[in-house]
């Protein structure tokens, strides 16, 4: 038994060692973006930002949109400065894959300490770091599309993940205002984190038979309210949105996505709303002085946000945002759950599979994950796969503490780490032929290939046939994962 876990630590640091190998190859011979030579979209403003941030920042020439993504291109910007760095546009996608590798490299440090505090098998250790980073958004996108925040935002919320199951509150808040300027939802998660401190509670919650219709209504109810405002939005998001490609006309595919998002939601709302008159009474646990401080924190960061931009809100609104989300959500049926495991991979599995024993379990360890997994479980009907990067280390570390609790087949990590290298598509080539430009041609170029060969990748601008082709797929290989599961000694 000794041999088989260190030859599993053995094999761990072997897997980090050829992670690092192939990210540094990526970012110094991959592949990039051919938009914007390297840079990408948003990129552009990233890398003038890095060339001139102080002017741009303090010159209030950024709306508050941009503004809330400034700390990346800062730091570059500072680095830059500091050791005489030349800061060209040509010079971006290579400066800012190698800021993603360092970050990276934190991250795997950040991952081994939560690993070790929780205790952790060496089995499950293995599966975590899949989880974590062997997936289309770290694999490929870091070095493919370098020039964002995505990594930032990653490698944060890992870190706020970590203060928050050490009880660190002081550090907790400074990095959660820290996160306010590298990706809009990071103030209000490490917020959260801050307010329902992470706590062992070892008294399990068991299904009261008496609150069973009282659940299901509860869950329906919160079903029809998300699925009845995507409906309302419909007609009126569509022509804002510019992804929508006229996908959201057709009403049998309309019909069929709104009854799988309803299906979808109810049975992700059903745990939440089991004993929860009981999980209620644990609110006891709650500071009020935190809320003071936590909403007075929000309040100075969103104003602070304000007096840095030019007073424009931006390409995308909270309020736009929101009604995006919704209706993104009804373009294809389940096309972000197809979107989530496209870009993260089979972790998603094992999320759905594991759902009702991860909430059941987050219930005793305070309010805090809790509550994230409920307002991450209706921003997850957004097909935009890549918004919701900074969650994906609580997806990991939810499903690490369920399946820890378990008796896995051993065969079952070598399995898993497997699927998860080839569902990454790390070895698959982007770029083919030349990309017509978005700037000169309507958005729906981008669902006819060469374009189509990245943003299949990518939820909202997915056409037809890669759909199609995935949801078989992707539908396939969850039913062997289910019934493998299912038929294999998995139990606690």
């Not at 203060?163 to 959260?192: D, E, H, Q, R, Y």
Request: net charge positive; with cysteine.
């Amino acid at each position: 038994m000794k041999q088989y876990i260190t030859n599993k630590f053995v094999t761990e640091n072997i897997l980090i060692f050829l992670f690092f190998i192939w990210q540094i190859g990526a970012v110094c011979y991959g592949e990039h973006i051919p938009a914007g030579n390297g840079l990408g979209w948003d990129g552009v403003q990233y890398s003038d930002l890095a060339q001139h941030f102080y002017t741009l920042v303090f010159g209030h020439q950024l709306s508050e949109y941009t503004v809330q993504r400034i700390l990346p291109s800062g730091i570059i910007y500072a680095v830059g400065k500091l050791f005489h760095l030349p800061l060209s546009n040509e010079n971006m996608p290579f400066i800012f894959g190698m800021y993603n590798t360092v970050l990276l490299a934190f991250g795997v440090c950040l991952w081994k300490a939560i690993a070790t505090k929780q205790h952790w098998s060496a089995q499950i250790r293995l599966i975590s770091f899949s989880g974590l980073f062997l997936n289309f958004a770290v694999l490929k996108m870091s070095g493919y599309y370098s020039v964002l925040t995505d990594i930032s935002a990653f490698v944060c919320g890992l870190l706020l993940l970590f203060l928050f199951l050490s009880n660190k509150n002081i550090s907790l808040l400074i990095v959660s205002v820290l996160g306010a300027f590298i990706f809009p939802t990071l103030l209000c998660m490490g917020l959260i984190f801050f307010i329902f401190p992470y706590t062992k509670d070892n008294d399990d919650l068991v299904n009261d038979k008496n609150n069973l219709k009282a659940s299901r209504w509860s869950a329906w109810i919160a079903t029809a309210c998300i699925v009845g405002l995507a409906l309302i939005f419909q007609h009126t998001v569509i022509n804002k949105d510019s992804s929508a490609l006229g996908r959201y006309l057709w009403l049998p595919v309309l019909c069929v996505s709104v009854f799988t998002l309803m299906i979808y939601l109810y049975f992700g709302f059903r745990p939440f709303f089991d004993n929860f008159s009981r999980s209620f009474h644990k609110l006891k646990q709650l500071v009020h002085v935190r809320i003071l401080l936590a909403f007075f924190v929000f309040i100075a960061m969103k104003t602070l946000i304000h007096f840095l931009s030019n007073g424009a809100p931006g390409a995308l609104t909270s309020w736009l945002f929101l009604q995006v989300l919704l209706v993104r959500a009804l373009a294809y049926p389940l096309i972000f759950l197809i979107s989530y495991v496209l870009y993260y991979g089979p972790i998603v599995f094992l999320l759905i599979y594991f759902w009702k024993d991860i909430v059941n379990h987050s219930k005793m360890n305070g309010f805090g994950l809790l509550t994230l997994l409920f307002l991450y479980l209706i921003l997850s009907i957004n097909s935009e796969s890549r918004q919701l990067i900074n969650f994906l280390p609580i997806a990991v570390f939810t499903v690490s503490e369920m399946i820890n609790q378990k008796i896995l087949p051993p065969y079952f990590t070598a399995f898993f780490v497997g699927l998860s290298l080839l569902m990454s598509r790390f070895y698959f080539p982007l770029n083919h032929g030349e990309w017509p430009s978005l700037y000169t041609n309507p958005p729906q170029i981008t669902l006819e290939f060469p374009m189509q060969w990245y943003f299949m990748s990518q939820g909202p601008w997915m056409s037809h046939t890669p759909y199609m082709t995935f949801f078989i797929l992707i539908g396939l290989t969850f039913f062997f994962v289910y019934q493998f599961l299912r038929n294999e000694s998995v139990r606690s």
